[in-house]
């Protein structure tokens, strides 16, 4: 059982959500089911490149856009 002091509170899309305070962003990215190779970023205002994700770790107060990329023709 995780206790609430270790949970942070962040945006995503403009929704309030709340993670464990080590997350990093791939493992945030799971936890809202979405796969990491079919998303964009947008971590506090700027596009996160995809080889940063790894090492981005999710702070209380954080900002995130998480757009889905949708192939067609």
Same mark, same amino acid.
Not at 55 to 68: N, P, R, S
């Given at each position: 059982m995780t206790n609430t002091r270790d949970q942070i509170t962040l945006q995503v899309n403009g929704e309030s959500r709340t993670c464990a305070a080590d997350t990093k962003l791939p493992q945030l990215l799971e936890q809202l089911d979405l796969n990491p190779r079919l998303v964009a970023v947008e971590y506090n205002g700027e596009i996160l490149h995809r080889q940063f994700w790894s *090492? *981005?770790?999710?702070? +209380?107060?954080?900002?995130? +856009? #998480? #757009? *889905?990329i949708v192939g067609g023709g």
């Open positions: *090492t *981005t770790q999710i702070k +209380e107060g954080d900002h995130l +856009e #998480v #757009v *889905t």
